[in-house]
């Protein structure tokens, strides 16, 4: 009966502290954005902070006008990238710029 016990408690814990499936899909920031440099030719083209005062995440959007792909990545506050969306066919789209208006 113990050996059950212990082999369920071990198994059972072994699963609630495996990394999740998307972990693969995570680095430290500068090995991520090494890559995306080295790899892909992606500079960085917007970014900014999601999140709550007490917890922000920076959302970084890179890519390359040369090969046209794009990634998305998220950063902690620990420095740890991950990479949640990538793709192909990226455009940029300037914005308008507005005149003041005309002093009477």
Same mark, same amino acid.
């Given at each position: 009966?113990?050996?059950?016990?212990?082999?369920a408690?071990?198994?059972f814990g072994?699963?609630?502290t495996?990394?999740?499936?998307?972990?693969?899909?995570?680095?430290l920031r500068d090995?991520v954005?090494?890559?995306?440099?080295?790899?892909?030719?992606?500079?960085? $083209?917007?970014?900014?902070?999601?999140?709550?005062k #007490?917890? /922000?995440t920076?959302v970084?959007v890179w +890519?390359s006008?040369? $090969?046209g792909?794009?990634?998305?990545?998220l950063t #902690?506050p /620990?420095?740890?990238?991950?990479?949640v +969306?990538?793709?192909?066919?990226?455009?940029k789209?300037?914005?308008?710029?507005?005149?003041?208006?005309?002093?009477?």
């Open positions: 009966m113990f050996k059950r016990v212990l082999a408690g071990l198994l072994m699963v609630a495996a990394p999740p499936a998307h972990a693969n899909n995570c680095a090995k954005v090494d890559r995306l440099q080295t790899k892909y030719s992606e500079s960085l $083209t917007a970014g900014g902070l999601q999140g709550s #007490n917890v /922000q920076m970084e +890519a006008e040369k $090969t792909t794009f990634t998305v990545i #902690n /620990q420095g740890i990238s991950c990479v +969306a990538t793709g192909t066919d990226f455009f789209r300037d914005v308008p710029i507005v005149p003041d208006g005309v002093k009477s």
